[in-house]
């Protein structure tokens, strides 16, 4: 019969219990499909690690490691993530004067089509031709009210939209949304 009073006095058997943690977690990580539970699950790896620190006697180590290496990297990756799980659609401007709103059937349709890759749905300005925009503000999409129709430069996006999105609905373009004019023309 196992003494589990005896077991918790050998310190060597709750560490082994716990450092089998670390592997498991880890591979849980590894799988997730969803970043926000890999979030979550590299929050476990670095609090398992921890534990396993301090159970050594190593208490500096641990705490680096529960405030750098959970606690900070876990908000840094998340503020990463977060800001690049974001498609952002300009409306060209025969809309109408608020460039803030696409039609409600557009975008649920948008949204139906993003949803299993985690992605935010943002609308943003459509830049005219005589501005500049940083890659950060652009958008990715481009929603055409007049055909109606998606102009994208991103083939996977353009995937994407015409396997989800009946294109009686809505047609999806693949297109270059800024094109180089000619006398800039990349030579390679």
Not at 6 to 30: E, F, H, K, M, R
Not at 55 to 64: C, E, F, N
Not at 89 to 96: A, D, S
Not at 106 to 124: D, E, T
Request: hydrophobic share 50%; net charge negative.
């Amino acid at each position: 019969m196992l003494d589990f009073g005896a077991w918790l006095q050998n310190t060597d058997g709750i560490v082994l219990a716990i450092a089998v943690l670390l592997p498991v977690s880890a591979s849980l990580v590894v799988v997730q499909r969803n970043p926000y539970q890999a979030l979550v699950m590299r929050g476990i790896l670095g609090a398992v690690a921890a534990l396993v620190y301090a159970l050594l006697g190593a208490a500096d180590v641990a705490l680096t490691e529960a405030l750098v290496g959970t606690m900070l990297s876990i908000t840094l990756y998340a503020v990463a993530v977060r800001s690049s799980l974001t498609l952002r659609v300009g409306i060209l401007p025969p809309l109408g004067p608020s460039p803030q709103s696409l039609p409600p059937d557009v975008h649920q349709a948008i949204s139906a089509a993003i949803a299993p890759y985690h992605l935010r749905l943002q609308i943003v300005p459509c830049p005219l031709d005589s501005e500049t925009v940083s890659p950060q503000q652009s958008p990715q999409v481009i929603f055409d009210p007049a055909a109606p129709a998606l102009l994208t430069p991103i083939e996977r996006l353009a995937e994407i939209f015409s396997a989800t999105i009946p294109s009686s609905q809505l047609k999806v373009v693949l297109t270059p949304i800024n094109p180089i004019p000619s006398s800039q023309e990349v030579v390679r």
